[in-house]
C-alpha cells in the first residue's frame, strides 16, 4: 500500500484506530497480569479491560507502537 492509499484508507487518526483494534482483536488480546483471554472493550478509556482480574490493556500495548507517543496514524 503506498502513502497515497492509506491516506484515502484512513482519513483520520480514529479511522485508523478502529481499524487497528479490529485487527488486535483477531490476533486475541491477552491481559499481562493473568494471561486471560476474556475482555471487555471500555470506549471511554479506549482499552480493553480483563475480566478476571481488571487489569487494562492498551491498544500499544504488546506492539511496536506500546512506549511511542507518535499518533497512530
Not at 486475541?28 to 471500555?42: E, L, N
Not at 479491560?49 to 490493556?57: A, E, I, L, W
Amino acid at each position: 500500500m503506498n502513502i497515497l492509499r492509506f491516506i484515502e484508507q484512513f482519513p483520520t487518526e480514529q479511522s485508523y484506530r478502529n481499524d487497528f483494534k479490529e485487527k488486535r482483536e483477531k490476533e486475541d488480546v491477552y491481559c499481562k497480569k493473568c494471561k486471560s483471554k476474556d475482555h471487555y472493550w471500555s470506549s471511554s478509556k479506549e482499552q480493553w479491560q480483563c475480566k478476571n482480574c481488571k487489569f487494562r490493556t492498551t491498544l500499544r500495548s504488546g506492539t511496536i507502537m506500546e512506549h511511542s507517543n507518535l499518533p497512530f496514524r
